[in-house]
């Protein structure tokens, strides 16, 4: 929590988590007010990591439920609530695990990399998973000249830029919300800000990506943000990640390009939900046990590298 003047609800959700020996992860797109009530703020890599070393009882994800179902994994014998049970992903749903067997069975002996914005049941036929902070280096980690990539094509994209040397076959899905980001969008806001560092997450598009001074994760913006100090950012991702900035470094001037980038699922829950899901202990997600220690080997192997 802030240090500014005490909520009464986030003061509720703090004494409930305690109360029920909880954890509260929220993820970096998340409403500002529950980014502030969150234990622990981060990317998908993060929380997947806090996960699974959380010694608390219950873990408590403000995100999607692509997030909360890779908690679960990592952290089987923990409840998992999800406050907004209808938080999806657009881009996980761009492909099913029948999809994936079928794609596999016309591509025998090829190994599966599967961006973690994906289900668990696509993630119980994956080899290894990624995150956008350390997909470079997952696929560099196999050693193979050819690889099956998914679900998001313009991850993959830049992976294949980084890695010449490998194949890089990729599924045909996307994350909406960055992927309608256009170069023309981006030239307004340089044009805006012309002293502006551009920073772009890898799910835009190449033309986009081609325009940035630095392609990163949200992690990695924020980090950036650090080390900058001062000056200004253009950060050319989902608009939550800009409160988080400005908290990381509050002499950084960081704009975003028009219209703002807002993914409707990433602000579905609102500290209300929060609160009710620690009150009640509602929104549990399951993972089936079968499906869970399918997908946990490709989890791990993600957390354990970059």
Aim: hydrophobic content about 50%.
């Amino acid at each position: 929590m802030t240090e500014a003047t005490p909520d009464p609800l986030a003061l509720e959700v703090r004494a409930l988590a305690a109360e029920r020996d909880a954890v509260i992860f929220a993820h970096n797109y998340q409403l500002p007010e529950v980014q502030d009530v969150a234990d622990i703020v981060g990317d998908s890599l993060e929380l997947a990591r806090r996960a699974s070393a959380s010694d608390a009882s219950v873990i408590v994800l403000a995100g999607v439920r692509f997030m909360a179902e890779t908690a679960k994994i990592l952290a089987p014998a923990k409840t998992v609530l999800l406050p907004a049970g209808r938080a999806g992903c657009p881009m996980a749903d761009m492909i099913t695990a029948d999809q994936l067997a079928a794609w596999k069975a016309d591509n025998p002996g090829v190994p599966v990399v599967m961006y973690v914005n994906s289900s668990a049941d696509v993630k119980a036929l994956t080899d290894v998973c990624c995150t956008s902070a350390n997909a470079v280096e997952v696929v560099r980690s196999l050693g193979v000249p050819k690889v099956l990539f998914g679900p998001d094509r313009n991850l993959g994209t830049w992976i294949a830029g980084q890695l010449p040397d490998v194949e890089m076959v990729l599924w045909n899905g996307c994350c909406p919300i960055h992927d309608r980001v256009n170069a023309e969008m981006v030239l307004v806001a340089k044009s805006e800000h012309p002293a502006a560092r551009v920073l772009v997450h890898p799910e835009c598009r190449p033309e986009v990506t081609a325009l940035a001074d630095a392609v990163l994760s949200t992690s990695q913006m924020l980090r950036y943000a650090k080390a900058m100090a001062k000056g200004e950012i253009i950060a050319v991702t989902e608009s939550g990640l800009l409160h988080g900035m400005a908290k990381a470094a509050p002499d950084v001037r960081v704009f975003g390009v028009k219209p703002a980038m807002v993914c409707p699922n990433m602000k579905l829950t609102t500290l209300v939900e929060v609160r009710d899901a620690l009150r009640d202990l509602a929104g549990e997600v399951t993972v089936p046990d079968g499906t869970a220690e399918a997908a946990r080997a490709a989890v791990e192997r993600m957390t354990a590298i970059g």
